[in-house]
């Protein structure tokens, strides 16, 4: 078993492969959970606008050790995040009414 220090080490030697903002969806059409025809309230009043990774999914890749960075989603609306394969993750989240106590703990 790896420790976090050996983990962190090994970023060094052999960094993770990592891809962001790939538009599109692993589904296919029709399928329930495909997120590329989710209808939400910000889709419908839109009338057809697509804003990407917005109104429109994306798919982030990454190997074993990729990461993905603390961020506050576009204009503080809630996102749907799914993991289609691979070891369990752990998931952090910051309720809005903290994340500007959150911010000022990152920053010291």
Known sequence: MVNSGQFWQTLKHSPPL???????????????????????TLSEGLKGMNLAGVTTPYVYIGSWKSMFGWHKEDMD???INYMHLGRPKFWY????????????????
């Not at 990592?18 to 939400?40: H, I, M, Q, R």
């Open 18 to 40: 990592y891809g962001a903002d790939v538009s599109g969806s692993l589904f296919d059409k029709n399928v329930p959970w495909n997120l590329s025809e989710l209808k939400t």
């Open 77 to 79: 609306l809630y996102s």
């Open 93 to 108: 989240s910051v309720d809005l009414d903290s994340s500007q106590d959150f911010e000022s703990y990152a920053r010291a």
